[in-house]
T-cell receptor, first 113, second 113 residues
């Protein structure tokens, strides 16, 4: 059973566009939702994270929107650049002090010039 | 400050051989996590270790897989009698504390022939 569902599987946008990646979860015990960026041949790197007490968080060109009632969260990348081309993973963990991250399957983003 | 180091980066083994994957956490980090990433899949938690202790191995296959994090030296993930289904990327992450951000290494890509 997949606990975090991520879509789309792949995404192509033009430079300057705003790609949106969506994730949905079922376990209401999840209370920490990070996004990771992974370039080919590299490990995932933490991009931005949110907790359910806020509905939106921005860091630079990256924004997480969180809908607790729908159990959904999404990543928006403003003014996307070719250098943003990577695979993006959403994840979730539950409980205070939890360490076990549950990942979505990933979205491969291509930003074309 | 060097990041999480993993070696080897690529490992090829024949069926039945043993694979040993090494992970050196970031300086000051005493918590280590191993994840496995199958092709086209997200990362799946395997095991969480602190120095000389296995805290949670709920994601580890019951047979052939073992992990350790000795007092001195890197953490080791050992896979005995490898099978083709073990082919995957294995990522190690480390954190300062159990609730702190996990930083990932570049991974070891295991290919079983």
């Amino acid at each position: 059973q997949q606990q975090v569902k991520q879509s789309p599987q792949s995404l192509i946008v033009q430079k300057g566009g705003i790609p949106i990646i969506n994730c949905a979860y079922e376990n209401t015990a999840f209370d920490y939702f990070p996004w990771y960026q992974q370039f080919p041949g590299k490990g995932p790197a933490l991009l931005i994270a949110i907790r359910p007490d806020v509905s939106e968080k921005k860091e630079g060109r990256f924004t997480i929107s969180f809908n607790k009632s729908a159990k959904q969260f999404s990543l928006h990348i403003m003014d996307s650049q070719p250098g943003d081309s990577a695979t993006y993973f959403c994840a979730a963990s539950k409980g205070a002090g939890s360490y076990q991250l549950t990942f979505g399957k990933g979205t491969k983003l291509s930003v074309i010039p | 400050n060097a990041g999480v180091m993993q070696n080897p980066r690529h490992l090829v083994r024949r069926r039945g051989q043993e694979a040993r994957l090494r992970c050196s956490p970031m300086k000051g980090h005493s918590h280590v996590y191993w994840y496995r990433q199958l092709p086209e899949e997200g990362l799946k938690f395997m095991v969480y270790l602190q120095k000389e202790n296995i805290i949670d191995e709920s994601g580890m296959p019951k047979e052939r897989f073992s992990a350790e994090f000795p007092k001195e030296g890197p953490s080791i993930l050992r896979i005995q009698q490898v099978v083709r289904g073990d082919s995957a990327a294995y990522f190690c992450a480390s954190s300062r504390g159990a609730t702190d951000t996990q930083y990932f290494g570049p991974g070891t890509r295991l290919t079983v022939l």
